[in-house]
């Protein structure tokens, strides 16, 4: 355990001083901040579409953030073959993805707080009225990123940097459709088919899960129920993601 | 028993689907406490390969590797073995000092015995004066030293190392060759690998030449030299790989 | 000496069994709390974001046009968007209630014909009801209907219906005044008395102590 804490410490480190974070964290803030431009609108309308963009503009550099801090976090062990000595010190391929993970963990978790504090502040200063369903919302977002980080992760464990910025960013707009394709496969007769798509269902990520932002902003209030069952959800997928990337990681070549 | 042990250790890397190139073949060492043994082969030869198979960066694809009678997945083997690989690199974004001080709490080491540690590795490879300057600016000669002392930051019994003399000035090459020397002196088991063979030469108490993956000579240095006639190293290594050469090149026109 | 680890991945495939039954009771929960998301694929750049999971700004971006429409005059081109807008979030009630108001009175009002301005205000009406159909629970759009039936279509028995409805749910002190109002108009003085009378604690003093007074002195109150 200690030794996983050593290498994620290691990792935010390296996010730090590599700097390319705070590039993608500031662009995000530019982007919330210019949903001021909506202000041609009245009021009511305004609220609306600021949250709305902020909260997209908070997932979707979210999802940036985890998808390419994941890779560097293990790609650039690799590339810049730092791994060979790390792996000869006494820890365990396990601790290296484990110690890897919660170092993205805490920059996701930084860099998400500054993302937030500065939307949440946006909306004080503007008067916006506010209910835990804002923060509610917010932090299914950031399980999602959690989510993705975990895939990315994973999937960095096996595949080329390129493969894996495909293969994630096909996963996350796959897995806000999920929703949709079993809506259609609903109607679907075909016995074969209708497994197959209920197979790919479960397996890939339902992001759509942790869209309620949408709801939120028009007004619908979320059940703390729901926020628990899709955080297990969240975490759950999270656990098979890892055991999936330490199984790969442990079975490669370095 | 052998500290380093390997049987019939076995590499075949699969290129392609169908295309396999050997990269080390049944090779079987027993390196005892105490020794420093060299790997000696051309480019290719498999003495990475060797060397990772031994550590665990590679599987093997049949065969064993022990160290100290531990297997390569045996995270506590590794507490006892310092690293040094080919061309290291490390983390850029870190100084030197802190480069010590991330592999050094890896070994589980306190505050106190850690900085005392650390202290006496800036000295012996003298980077103290560089110790705050980030990676990205130092040298390659300079890389190849806070290497070192990286590897030597748990106090090792065994120390294996990987061409620890590529890239170094001739006096950074005395410096190694006379650190290695005091090593072996303090009881540490050191196997290292190298084509730069001068240097091995001086310091191996016992060698083995690699070729193609397969183990050609393995003994004492004047045993090997009188066995093939040789007046130094650079000869018997000529000698002993094109005498296989010639080998594989008569059996395959015999076929 | 091979290492054993296939126990691993085949524990993870085993954990996407319980993750099943997990997404069982989300999809559960997301009828059982009205968190769906409707379907709906488009052209263009509002059809890309809903793909990507974006729908509220999508919806966003198609009420930007809407606005665009309305302050260049082009009223018929905003009542497809409307509806674009209320299908990807149905639980948006601005858009519901501006979209009933700008078919029964900016629509209509473009339009020369009697008929025509009845048919655009019928639709306005028939828009704010599939709009409570979907938010049955807030008073808004029952006021919204209320008022359209009371200001619009003068028919006074349908606005007293729904603005019934409307002050059964928490809402402003106007929603109370403006059914006061349709009481009376629908001929029912004493109840619009009562609902006066109600208002005397609230903000709404002053204005129902004078509707009182004129209701008592003069017998009407609405001019």
């Known amino acids: 355990m200690k030794k996983i804490w050593i290498l994620a410490c290691n990792t935010v480190k390296e996010s730090f001083r590599k700097k390319t974070t705070y590039i993608i964290v500031l662009f995000a803030l530019i982007m919330i901040a210019s949903s001021e431009f909506f202000a041609f609108l009245s009021s009511t309308e305004q609220y609306k579409m600021i949250t709305d963009t902020s909260f997209a503009v908070i997932e979707f550099f979210g999802f940036l953030l985890a998808m390419f801090g994941s890779i560097s976090a293990v790609s650039s062990e690799i590339e810049k073959r730092t791994i060979y000595t790390l792996l000869t010190k006494p820890i365990t391929r396990t601790n290296f993805v484990l110690g890897k993970y919660l170092g993205m963990f805490f920059i996701l978790l930084i860099n998400f707080s500054i993302m937030a504090v500065f939307f949440v502040g946006l909306l004080h200063f503007k008067k916006i009225p506010m209910d835990s369903g804002t923060f509610k919302a917010l932090f299914l977002i950031f399980v999602e990123i959690l989510v993705i980080a975990s895939i990315s992760l994973s999937l960095a464990t096996f595949t080329s940097d390129a493969f894996n910025i495909i293969a994630s960013s096909f996963i996350y707009i796959i897995g806000h459709l999920t929703g949709y394709g079993r809506q259609i496969i609903g109607m679907t007769k075909n016995i074969a088919v209708k497994g197959l798509a209920d197979m790919m269902y479960t397996i890939l990520p339902n992001y759509q899960n942790f869209t309620i932002r949408d709801k939120v902003v028009v007004g619908i209030p979320i059940p703390w129920q729901y926020v628990i069952i899709v955080t297990g959800y969240g975490i759950m997928y999270i656990v098979i993601a890892l055991l999936i990337g330490i199984y790969f990681f442990r079975t490669r070549e370095i | ?255 | 000496m091979k290492q054993k680890i296939w126990p691993i991945l085949l524990l993870a495939l085993l954990l996407f069994i319980p993750l099943g039954f997990i997404q069982n009771q989300i999809n559960y929960e997301t009828i059982a709390y009205d968190l769906q998301t409707n379907l709906l694929l488009m052209p263009g750049e509002a059809g890309d974001m809903v793909l990507a999971g974006f729908k509220g700004i999508a919806a966003d971006l198609l009420w930007i046009n809407v606005e665009n429409y309305w302050h260049t005059g082009q009223h018929f081109k905003m009542i497809p968007l409307f509806n674009m807008v209320t299908y990807l979030q149905p639980h948006w009630i601005l858009a519901w209630s501006l979209g009933g108001w700008h078919m029964a009175y900016n629509v209509a009002a473009d339009v020369k014909t009697v008929q025509g301005k009845y048919y655009w205000y019928q639709q306005g009406v028939q828009y704010l009801k599939r709009g409570v159909s979907y938010n049955p629970n807030k008073y808004d759009l029952y006021f919204e209907l209320g008022w359209t039936y009371y200001n619009k279509g003068l028919d006074y028995s349908n606005s007293v219906r729904f603005l019934k409805q409307a002050v059964m749910y928490p809402c402003p002190s106007y929603v109370r005044d403006v059914l006061a109002h349709a009481y009376e108009k629908n001929g029912e003085i004493n109840k619009a008395m009562e609902e006066w009378q109600k208002l005397l604690k609230t903000d709404f003093k002053g204005v129902a102590k004078r509707m009182i007074y004129d209701l008592k002195t003069r017998g009407w109150a609405t001019p």
């Open chain 2, 1 to 255: 028993m052998a500290i380093i042990e390997t049987k019939d250790l076995t590499k075949i890397y699969t290129i392609g689907r169908k295309r396999t190139v050997v990269g080390l073949d049944h090779l079987t060492l027993e390196i005892e406490e105490g020794e420093l043994f060299g790997i000696l082969g051309p480019n290719g030869s498999g003495k990475t390969t060797c060397l990772k198979l031994l550590l665990g960066t590679l599987f093997p694809t049949s065969g064993e590797a022990y160290i100290m009678g531990k297997t390569p997945y045996d995270v506590s083997m590794k507490k006892e073995v310092g690293f040094l690989p080919e061309n290291p690199y490390y983390y850029e974004y870190l100084t030197g000092r802190e480069l010590l001080i991330f592999y050094g709490k890896l070994f589980d080491m306190d505050k106190d015995a850690l900085n005392e540690k650390i202290e006496e590795l800036l000295n012996l490879v003298g980077l103290h004066n560089t110790q705050k300057l980030s990676l990205r600016h130092y040298s390659k000669g300079m890389l190849e030293r806070i290497g070192l002392a990286a590897s030597l930051i748990n106090d090792p019994k065994i120390l294996i190392l990987d061409e620890p003399t590529t890239g170094l000035d001739p006096i950074g090459c005395r410096d190694t060759r006379n650190l290695l020397i005091q090593l072996k002196e303090m009881g540490k088991t050191i196997l290292l690998s190298s084509h730069f063979l001068s240097e091995v030469e001086r310091v191996c108490s016992r060698i083995a030449i690699l070729h193609r993956g397969l183990l050609l000579a393995l003994g004492r240095l004047d045993e090997l030299m009188s066995k093939y006639k040789s007046s130094n190293l650079e000869d018997l290594f000529v000698k002993t790989i094109n005498e296989y050469d010639e080998k594989i090149k008569s059996q395959g026109v015999a076929q």
